[in-house]
């Protein structure tokens, strides 16, 4: 059965669909190029965090409707408004804790999104144009990602002397060098056999294969305990800059602390038992 958290009302929006243990967030953009509204950066930071703390959710998918593209990154034609509103003054007050109450703004919205810190597995299935804002959240936010062999990836904005797409900075940290600066300063796109070869993608294939094959990896994500998945993606990104003898701490804080969750013990005991494990979560 399919809960659906968000209509489409305004034109655009990111449907948020829970299908069993996973949940799908839609970018269903008010074109056939899937830009994305003010609204719907908000939108999908609150999906998010419903996601995050909806215990019955294991794992997130990410995808594009339509049959043109994933998204071609953020409505440009309402760049101008969205630079308006970000003042001084409204960022002073959602710089430090507690923060101003009042509605973020949708640069805040990202860096928020960015810095959030979610420990569920993550999967991009992207088909068609990959650019801009939809680059940096498919980069930042999902964990694995399967493509379509007609999918580009780039970064446009620096051709309308824009550029940045809100946090292009931390790009050169997820891609090599070489090709960070590539997107980055020139505006070109990769395509998906690029993508593939200097591992921005897992996986390419038909266009008609995506979205099943990403459901597929994450049905198999579901399989494992969701306990042991948090721990392992949390090791791994905390981890990322750590020196060796922090990280041999860090997982050995975390054996401990995966220790006293059912699914451990259930784990082991149905492999000795020789029967499917019966994982509960946290």
Same mark, same amino acid.
């Given at each position: 059965?399919?809960?659906?958290?968000v209509?489409?009302?305004?034109?655009?929006?990111?449907?948020y669909?829970?299908?069993? /243990?996973?949940?799908?967030?839609?970018?269903d953009?008010?074109?056939?190029?899937?830009?994305?509204s003010?609204?719907?950066y908000?939108?999908?930071?609150?999906?998010?965090?419903d996601f995050?703390?909806?215990?019955?959710?294991?794992v =997130?998918v990410?995808? =594009?409707?339509?049959?043109?593209?994933f998204?071609?990154g953020g409505?440009l034609?309402?760049?101008?408004?969205?630079?308006r509103?970000?003042?001084p003054?409204?960022?002073?007050?959602?710089?430090?804790?507690p923060?101003s109450?009042?509605?973020?703004?949708t640069?805040q919205i990202s860096?928020?999104?960015?810095?959030?810190e979610?420990?569920?597995p993550?999967?991009?299935?992207v088909?068609g144009?990959?650019?801009?804002a939809g680059?940096i959240f498919?980069?930042?936010?999902?964990?694995?990602?399967?493509?379509s062999?007609?999918?580009q990836?780039?970064?446009?904005?620096?051709?309308?002397?824009?550029? =940045?797409?809100?946090?292009?900075?931390?790009v050169? /940290?997820?891609?090599p060098?070489?090709?960070?600066?590539w997107?980055?300063?020139?505006?070109e796109s990769?395509?998906a056999?690029e993508?593939?070869?200097?591992?921005?993608?897992?996986?390419v294939m038909s266009?008609?294969?995506?979205?099943?094959?990403?459901?597929?990896?994450?049905?198999l994500?579901?399989s494992?305990?969701?306990?042991?998945?948090?721990?392992?993606?949390?090791?791994?990104l905390?981890s990322?800059?750590?020196t /060796?003898?922090d990280t041999?701490r860090?997982?050995r804080?975390f054996?401990?602390? /995966?220790?006293q969750?059912?699914?451990t013990e259930?784990?082991?005991a149905?492999?000795n038992?020789?029967?499917e494990?019966?994982?509960? =979560?946290?």
């Amino acid at each position: 059965m399919i809960d659906k958290i968000v209509e489409p009302g305004e034109p655009g929006a990111i449907r948020y669909e829970k299908r069993d /243990r996973v949940a799908h967030f839609i970018i269903d953009g008010p074109s056939d190029l899937n830009p994305m509204s003010p609204d719907m950066y908000r939108q999908w930071y609150e999906h998010l965090v419903d996601f995050r703390d909806d215990k019955d959710l294991w794992v =997130g998918v990410v995808e =594009g409707a339509g049959p043109r593209c994933f998204t071609a990154g953020g409505d440009l034609k309402r760049m101008g408004e969205i630079s308006r509103t970000f003042t001084p003054e409204l960022a002073s007050e959602h710089y430090w804790y507690p923060r101003s109450s009042e509605p973020l703004t949708t640069p805040q919205i990202s860096l928020e999104m960015l810095s959030l810190e979610l420990y569920k597995p993550m999967i991009a299935a992207v088909h068609g144009l990959c650019l801009g804002a939809g680059l940096i959240f498919v980069l930042a936010l999902t964990d694995i990602r399967v493509a379509s062999d007609d999918a580009q990836f780039g970064f446009a904005e620096i051709k309308l002397g824009a550029g =940045g797409a809100g946090a292009v900075a931390d790009v050169a /940290r997820r891609l090599p060098f070489t090709t960070a600066m590539w997107l980055s300063l020139t505006g070109e796109s990769i395509d998906a056999t690029e993508a593939h070869r200097i591992g921005l993608v897992n996986e390419v294939m038909s266009r008609d294969a995506v979205h099943a094959r990403a459901q597929e990896i994450a049905e198999l994500v579901c399989s494992n305990s969701p306990v042991a998945v948090k721990f392992e993606k949390e090791a791994i990104l905390r981890s990322h800059e750590m020196t /060796r003898a922090d990280t041999i701490r860090l997982a050995r804080m975390f054996f401990f602390a /995966r220790r006293q969750f059912h699914d451990t013990e259930e784990g082991l005991a149905s492999f000795n038992e020789k029967r499917e494990p019966d994982y509960r =979560g946290w």
